[in-house]
């Protein structure tokens, strides 16, 4: 079965670094999205990517943060100046869409980059 | 977004059928009902999704109320591996790049 896959499993970064978390999306998925999930709480949307451009983000996503589709097939998540409080589980997920909209496509996830901030 | 209610903790022995409610009494008619589980450490995982009938895949089974307000995913033969923070969602239809709206689910403990 198709899944999405992220790299690195884990990343170490120091405070004011800029770090690029990958994803591989599924091969016929058109919607790509990343989350996060800080230790312990719950997991949040941060922003959602459709046809080469941001369709929607959260409050989270400040101009720290950036997202690309460099190529056909991987999906990036760019944090510019890493803060300690970026230290978190960060989720890519992709779904087919629908046509005309609708929320009846399921979003699959991959297991997500650990990123720790010293 | 249509809120949700599950319990906070559940158990259940290994080998039996897992029922883990759901309360949605502010459903709109075209919302659509989601499930999704994370277990430790890894992202969440789709279960099953539905609008109005029941619906039933390899992985579990969801029945919808008629009147929408509450459904309950079934797990029918719960094992170890299913243990996991189960994640009951509401939907709104206004296109295919919803985000997904996480709350704080049910923990399920399958209890050998």
């Known amino acids: 079965e198709p899944e999405v896959t992220q790299t690195p499993s884990h990343q170490v970064t120091q405070m004011g670094q800029e770090v690029i978390l990958r994803c591989v999306p599924i091969?016929?998925?058109?919607?790509f999205y990343w989350y996060r999930q800080i230790l312990g709480q719950k997991v949040e949307f941060l922003v959602s990517?459709?046809?080469?451009?941001?369709?929607?983000k959260s409050e989270i996503f400040d101009d720290q943060f950036s997202v690309e589709r460099p190529d056909g097939s991987n999906f990036t998540l760019k944090i510019r100046s890493t803060k300690l409080e970026d230290s978190a589980m960060y989720f890519c997920?992709?779904?087919?869409?629908?046509?005309?909209?609708?929320?009846?496509?399921?979003?699959?996830f991959g297991d997500g980059t650990r990123l720790s901030i010293l | 977004d249509a809120k949700t209610t599950q319990p906070p903790s559940m158990d259940c022995a290994e080998g039996r059928a897992a029922n883990l409610p759901c309360n949605h009494s502010?459903?709109?008619?075209?919302?659509?009902v989601y499930w999704y589980r994370q277990i430790h450490s890894q992202g969440p995982q789709y279960i099953i999704h539905?609008?109005?009938n029941n619906e039933t895949n390899e992985m579990a089974s969801l029945i919808i109320t008629e009147d929408r307000k509450s459904s309950t995913l079934i797990l029918p033969h719960a094992t170890l591996r299913d243990t996991a923070v189960y994640y009951c969602?509401?939907?709104?239809?206004?296109?295919?790049?919803?985000?997904?709206?996480f709350g704080t689910g049910t923990k399920l403990q399958v209890i050998p």
């Open positions: 091969s016929n998925h058109l919607y």
């Open positions: 997920a992709s779904s087919k869409g629908a046509r005309g909209g609708g929320s009846n496509q399921p979003q699959h």
């Open positions: 969602i509401v939907r709104p239809p206004s296109g295919g790049y919803q985000k997904v709206t």
């Open positions: 990517f459709y046809n080469n451009e941001i369709s929607e």
């Open positions: 502010t459903i709109s008619g075209n919302e659509y």
């Open positions: 539905g609008l109005k």
